[in-house]
T-cell receptor
């Protein structure tokens, strides 16, 4: 079974600063996908960014980027120019090809952006 | 913008009672998931449907939980009898069929069993 570990239960960052959220995973698969999802308070979970394991280039979506280290099984999320609206729970998730495309989530990191 | 609809948003029920949750996925999404999210933890898959067929229900406590998606569209998750440990957020998600397709989540149903 795949496990996804997020070792930072809570983090805080000041507005306009940069913050990095950590995620490690354990799998014997060679082909899989990794995701970061954001869950704002009392709102639905939304996709932030995704990364295909076979791609060496790190994914980027505006202020959000990942550092994907396949050998180390590490998948961190960097948020640049943090905004108050980035305050949320962030979940790292793993998907393997033969899992029926279900997501396997970590326990999450609570991010607070302060003025 | 299309969304996954869930109802009710909140439910309080007494231990040993029956409770049901409803989910309407985004139109055209063949895959539907039910996840359970205990406070402070990540969502855990309970059951996954492809159209009206169950793909994975290995983590569904089948002695008390049941799920159906009769016409391959909306879905119902039922718990009978509810236990105190079932208190959690129940999330429904849907996606187009296929590899690496984005899962869209509903706002969830917050269940409290007293």
């Amino acid at each position: 079974a795949q496990t996804v570990t997020q070792s930072q239960p809570e983090m805080s960052v000041q507005e306009a600063e940069t913050v990095t959220l950590s995620c490690t995973y354990d799998t014997s698969e060679s082909n899989y996908y990794l995701f970061w999802y954001k869950q704002p308070p009392s709102r639905q979970m939304i996709l932030v960014i995704r990364q295909e394991a076979y791609k060496q280039q790190n994914a980027t979506e505006n202020r959000f980027s990942v550092n994907f280290q396949k050998a180390a099984k590490s998948f961190s999320l960097k948020i640049s120019d943090s905004q108050l609206g980035d305050t949320a729970m962030y979940f790292c998730a793993f998907m393997k090809q033969d899992s029926g495309y279900a997501l396997n989530f970590g326990k999450g990191t609570s991010l607070l952006v302060t003025p | 913008e299309a969304e996954v609809a869930q109802s009710p948003r909140y439910k309080i029920t007494e231990k040993s009672q029956a409770v049901a949750f409803w989910c309407d996925p985004i139109s055209g999404h063949a895959t539907l998931y039910w996840y359970r999210q205990i406070l402070g933890q990540g969502p855990e898959l309970l059951v996954q449907f492809q159209d009206e067929s169950v793909v994975d229900d290995s983590q569904l406590p089948k002695d008390r939980f049941s799920a159906e998606r009769l016409k391959g569209v909306d879905s119902t998750l039922k718990i009978q009898p509810a236990e105190l440990g079932d208190s959690a957020m129940y999330l429904c998600a849907s996606s187009l069929q296929g590899w690496n397709t984005e899962a869209f989540f509903g706002q969830g149903t917050r269940l409290t069993v007293v």
